[in-house]
């Protein structure tokens, strides 16, 4: 997970997958790799299969809202990844998810 930079809401992609989202709240990103979260950051932001809102408002890892849950198998951090992404959101956090 990767926190980014609140001037991502002036995405108009971006704010229309987070209509609930709630003023003061971080904007996050989530996603899955079989990197390290580290190397996985640095691509993004170097643009190697990159995420746009990652490589351009991309701010650091958020480990806090992870690590309890690495290193998993493939199918279940696909499921991961909804889940947190759907939970992050009903907590009224901006989320992007892969």
Same mark, same amino acid.
């Not at 580290?38 to 809102?53: L, Q, V, W």
């Given at each position: 997970?990767?926190?980014?930079?609140?001037?991502?809401?002036?995405?108009?992609?971006?704010?229309?997958?987070?209509?609930? *989202? +709630?003023?003061?709240? &971080?904007?996050? %990103?989530? /996603?899955?790799?079989?990197?390290?979260?580290?190397?996985?950051?640095?691509?993004?932001?170097?643009?190697?299969?990159?995420?746009?809102?990652?490589?351009?408002?991309?701010?650091?890892?958020?480990?806090?809202? *992870? +690590?309890?849950?690495? &290193?998993?198998? %493939?199918? /279940?951090?696909?499921?991961?990844?909804?889940?947190?992404?759907?939970?992050?959101?009903?907590?009224?956090?901006?989320?992007?998810?892969?």
């Amino acid at each position: 997970m990767v926190e980014l930079s609140r001037n991502v809401l002036f995405e108009p992609r971006f704010s229309r997958a987070n209509p609930d *989202y +709630e003023i003061g709240k &971080p904007c996050v %990103y989530v /996603g899955m790799t079989g990197l390290s979260p580290d190397e996985r950051f640095d691509k993004h932001k170097a643009g190697i299969k990159s995420n746009r809102f990652v490589r351009d408002y991309g701010l650091r890892l958020l480990p806090a809202l *992870y +690590e309890t849950y690495n &290193p998993m198998p %493939y199918e /279940g951090a696909r499921e991961m990844e909804v889940e947190r992404a759907i939970g992050l959101r009903e907590e009224g956090y901006g989320v992007w998810q892969a």
